[in-house]
């Protein structure tokens, strides 16, 4: 297996920088901690979900019964909720509310669900994994995909405490615009991903 082309393709694919303006967004009012508890929660994740993937992906799929093509339309209604939030500027709506959970349960939901999946590791990154350790010939080629796994992570965690910097300089109307633009394109995004689970799962739809 080539070493290279996996960490190519996860760090194109996982786009640490590409998911700052939703970070931005979904931590808006979290305290200096809350964000930084956010950020060491969603690189970890993310190390989690490659290295599960690499070492476990398909046998945990085929246990449950569930193929991509199902994991892609329910990772799509996932973006496509929050999607919605962020169009009107209250992406915070992802969190549970205050009666059900203290503030800092609420930030760590948001650090998994939507930060780390799907917008960081997807169907997309799950998928990309999986086909590598498929190709895997010896345990040492699954044992560099879940050091990938590290490198992502860390990636994810600079890319995320350089938020606040780009935050300031923004403002709180530029959040807000960016907030609605990024909301509209993961509108578009998940759309897309739910179209492509169902053309698998349904593919007469094609016709």
């Given at each position: 297996m080539n070493l290279i082309k996996p960490l190519v393709a996860l760090l194109a694919i996982v786009n640490p920088l590409g998911v700052i303006p939703f970070f931005i967004a979904f931590t808006e009012n979290f305290t200096p901690a809350q964000r930084q508890r956010t950020i060491l929660i969603s690189a970890f994740s993310a190390f989690m979900v490659i290295a599960v993937s690499a070492l476990i992906g398909i046998d945990l799929l085929h246990f449950f019964g569930i193929s991509l093509a199902s994991f892609q339309v329910g990772g799509g209604m996932l973006l496509l909720v929050s999607a919605f939030s962020m169009l009107n500027a209250h992406p915070g709506a992802v969190k549970s509310t205050p009666e059900e959970v203290d503030e800092a349960v609420a930030s760590d939901s948001v650090a998994v669900v939507p930060l780390t999946i799907p917008l960081l590791t997807g169907p997309a990154t799950i998928s990309t994994v999986i086909i590598y350790a498929n190709k895997?010939?010896?345990?040492?080629?699954?044992?560099?995909?879940?050091?990938y796994g590290v490198i992502i992570a860390l990636a994810c965690a600079l890319a995320f405490r350089a938020a606040q910097p780009i935050a300031r300089a923004l403002g709180k109307t530029g959040i807000n615009v960016m907030t609605r633009l990024m909301g509209l394109i993961l509108a578009?995004?998940?759309?897309?991903?739910?179209?492509?689970?169902?053309?698998?799962?349904?593919?007469?739809?094609?016709?």
């Open positions: 895997a010939h010896h345990w040492t080629d699954q044992f560099v995909l879940v050091a578009a995004l998940s759309v897309e991903m739910m179209s492509d689970g169902l053309l698998k799962l349904f593919p007469g739809l094609g016709h």
